[in-house]
């Protein structure tokens, strides 16, 4: 049976993933089930209500063939300001969420990790974990959670920050997933480097698995997709939006869009059959050696799939597809995983089209390429889920435990060092927290980027693609 995903949205950057993925979730369910019938899998993230009762009831999904009522969200949304959940309450998905589900505020955390931690945190935080109970008890055999957060602002790092730490006081025993969102070099929230190296302490300490993404490395994303697309004018890219911009230029909800899949393919072996399923908890189990080297690199191919896709004799083929997601030009966090130790790989496939042996057949070709740990050199996990993605025949999610994964931290560590020998700024972290609070974090993500490089084996002589 499968078991539940809550997922917690911290912030206008999580609540804007958030949206884009419950949006495409819904999207894939309804394609692939024209029958209109709530199956188990849907339940791990979604839960069936009728609601021409008072209060609306539940119905079962254990005779396989309760039709879809009203879908309700697994999920708690929270943000120090209103405009985003707001938004989101009377938009498109209004139905998939309910104001009981919600925590708001008014003011936002003025993009200070101490505000949102050490204030917001005490004042909400019973509310937000009554919510999360709330959702919890709602569960059979609750599997994780999956938070959704960015690391530049102060709500989902300080308040994200907050959250996790209670859920790890409090659900010891769930998987505790993490998707930051790492701030650029050129953010426009000029304490980011705080707020950010601040609130990875907490990812180190309380986390049990986190899939960093850099907003440098979406942009570099899609500019070569633009590059593409005027090579190919059928490529999907997705419309910048016409709010908020990235620095670069780059509209978020391209950027919230590749996030999204992520999640999507994450979560795919929960939601939908296949040969080789996998498990969240077995990625933890295979994916993380030591207790604290818990931050994965992810790439995906293709990144982005639309309804104007490229025609079949563009489409990659399988092995095009595992050739894609080792390649640097295609990870989520900025680096070479080629040029560095792989701890540990999981490749989850989705599509019809192949079996576990060509899968197989295809690790074997990259092994040739891939510098494993000497001390694991069959750390590789296959999963493979049945139902492509939309608007795409075949998908590939690559999640690798890498040492490359220390170059976003030593850039973190550098930007705040920048920032914080000047002094700049700390005052208003004064007002909230202990100023040696800084002190442990930096001595935290020293620690992270030393423990990785123990791991890191001796250059290999190679063409890097």
């Given amino acids: 049976m499968p078991r539940e995903i809550i997922t917690i949205q911290c912030g206008q950057c ?55 009522k009203d879908l309700e969200a697994r999920a ?50 019973e509310a937000i974990l009554e919510k ?18 960015s690391l530049g602002g102060g709500t989902g790092s300080g308040l994200g920050s907050y959250i996790m730490e209670a859920l790890h006081d409090n659900y010891s025993g769930v998987l505790r997933i993490s998707v930051p969102v790492f701030p650029s070099k050129d953010d426009d929230v000029v304490t980011s480097p705080y707020n950010s190296m601040l609130a990875v302490k907490s990812l180190v300490d309380h986390a049990d698995c986190v899939l960093p993404i850099e907003n440098e490395a979406l942009c570099e994303i899609l500019d070569k997709m633009e590059v593409r697309k005027l ?23 391209a950027m919230n869009e590749i996030v999204a899949n992520l999640l999507l393919h994450l979560t795919s072996s929960v939601r939908f059959d296949g040969s080789l399923n996998v498990d969240l908890n077995e990625l933890t189990t295979n994916l993380v050696p030591f207790p604290k080297l818990h931050f994965l690199m992810s790439s995906m191919s293709p990144a982005l799939h639309g309804p104007s896709h490229e025609n079949a004799a563009q489409l990659p083929t399988v092995n095009q597809l595992f050739t894609d997601v080792i390649l640097h030009k295609n990870q989520l966090v900025k ?7 792989y701890l540990a790989s999981a490749f989850l496939f989705r599509g019809s089209q192949s079996n576990v042996s060509d899968l197989s057949a295809n690790i074997c070709h990259l092994r040739q390429r891939m510098k494993m740990v000497h001390w694991n050199p069959e750390g590789f996990k296959i999963g493979h889920c049945f139902r492509p993605p939309l608007h795409a025949p075949q998908a590939l999610l690559c999640l690798a435990n890498n040492t490359c994964i220390r170059n976003p931290f030593k850039r973190m560590k550098k ?26 974090a930096l001595d935290s993500l ?20």
């Fill in 14 to 68: 999580g609540n804007q993933v958030g949206c884009r993925f419950w949006e495409l979730a819904l999207q894939e369910h309804a394609a692939f089930n024209p029958s209109g019938v709530f199956y188990f899998s849907m339940s791990s993230l979604f839960r069936n209500m009728d609601t021409r009762f008072k209060p609306p009831r539940e119905l079962p999904v254990s005779d396989g063939i309760s039709k879809i």
């Fill in 76 to 125: 708690v949304l929270v943000d120090m300001e209103e405009g985003v959940v707001n938004q989101l309450l009377k938009g498109p998905l209004s139905n998939l969420f309910k104001s009981r589900q919600c925590i708001t505020g008014i003011s936002g955390s003025g993009n200070n990790w101490a505000h949102g931690h050490d204030v917001y945190g005490p004042q909400y935080g």
């Fill in 132 to 149: 999360i109970q709330s959702e919890a008890e709602k569960c059979e055999s609750l599997q994780s959670f999956n938070i959704l957060h």
């Fill in 231 to 253: 090579r190919s004018p059928t490529l999907y890219v997705p419309k910048p939006s016409k709010g908020k911009k990235h620095p670069s230029g780059k509209g978020f909800d």
């Fill in 335 to 341: 680096g070479n995983p080629l040029a560095c130790t």
């Fill in 415 to 440: 930007r705040f060092e920048k920032l914080f020998k000047k002094r700049v700024y700390v005052h208003h972290y004064a007002e909230y927290m202990d100023l040696g609070t800084f002190a442990l």
């Fill in 446 to 465: 020293e620690d992270l980027i030393e423990h990785y490089g123990e791991h890191e084996g001796p250059l290999m002589l190679r063409q890097f693609a």
